[in-house]
T-cell receptor, first 112, second 112 residues
Framework: SQQGEEDPQALSIQEGENATMNCSYK?????LQWYRQNSGRGLVHLIL?????REKHSGRLRVTLDTSKKSSSLLITASRAADTASYFC????????????FGAGTQVVVTP | DSGVTQTPKHLITATGQRVTLRCSPR?????VYWYQQSLDQGLQFLIQ???????AKGNILERFSAQQFPDLHSELNLSSLELGDSALYFC???????????FGPGTRLTVL
């Protein structure tokens, strides 16, 4: 079963625009992680945000976490064609030894 | 490059057969996780080891087993293979259960 649900399922934007995707989850968590996957390849770790953090930045990425609403968002600013990929959120539940539960992902297509 | 290596990259076999997937974690990481990615189930956690001991189990079939060796590499054994076992199998590693997980490139298993 999947813990998270991502919204939207697919997103198509032009280079230079911002892309925002959301993730909702069901249980209390230790942390939430975002990953990128390029067509059937390995998952690339983007950012980890802990349950006591509200916002985190890494380069063009901004992640927020609202534990009261059990939701997170990933913002990619000034998108590039190379950002075309599937983006997944994954949650590590409290007392879960770190096992991650993934959402279904958001497919992002950035056109030049 | 995440520093996690997996072999083989591709595996094609027949129903009823047994295969072994191998994973070497990043240097210094004690935790190893196995995940399965399929079109219908998405990314599913299978099993986790920490310093040689099993720590968490997910939706792992009884036909599947894993172990982590003293040098920290891990193997996932899949037996009595069925068509539905065709999937991408990922290994990930982390220093600690509460930290970032870094994924290997995956092994694509095709069962004919």
């Amino acid at each position: 079963s999947q813990q998270g649900e991502e919204d939207p399922q697919a997103l198509s934007i032009q280079e230079g625009e911002n892309a925002t995707m959301n993730c909702s989850y069901k249980t209390s968590i230790n942390n939430l992680q975002w990953y990128r996957q390029n067509s059937g390849r390995g998952l690339v770790h983007l950012i980890l945000i802990r349950s006591n953090e509200r916002e985190k930045h890494s380069g063009r990425l901004r992640v927020t976490l609202d534990t009261s609403k059990k939701s997170s968002s990933l913002l990619i600013t000034a998108s590039r064609a190379a950002d075309t990929a599937s983006y997944f959120c994954a949650t590590a539940e409290s007392d879960s030894w770190g096992k991650l539960q993934f959402g279904a992902g958001t497919q992002v297509v950035v056109t030049p | 490059d995440s520093g996690v290596t997996q072999t083989p990259k591709h595996l094609i076999t027949a129903t009823g057969q047994r295969v072994t997937l191998r994973c070497s974690p990043r240097s210094g990481d004690l935790s190893v996780y196995w995940y399965q990615q399929s079109l219908d189930q998405g990314l599913q956690f299978l099993i986790q080891y920490y310093n040689g001991e099993e720590r968490a189990k997910g939706n792992i079939l009884e036909r599947f087993s894993a172990q982590q060796f003293p040098d920290l590499h891990s193997e996932l054994n899949l037996s009595s293979l069925e068509l539905g076992d065709s999937a991408l199998y990922f290994c990930a590693s982390s220093t600690h259960g509460d930290n970032e997980q870094f994924f290997g490139p995956g092994t694509r298993l095709t069962v004919l």
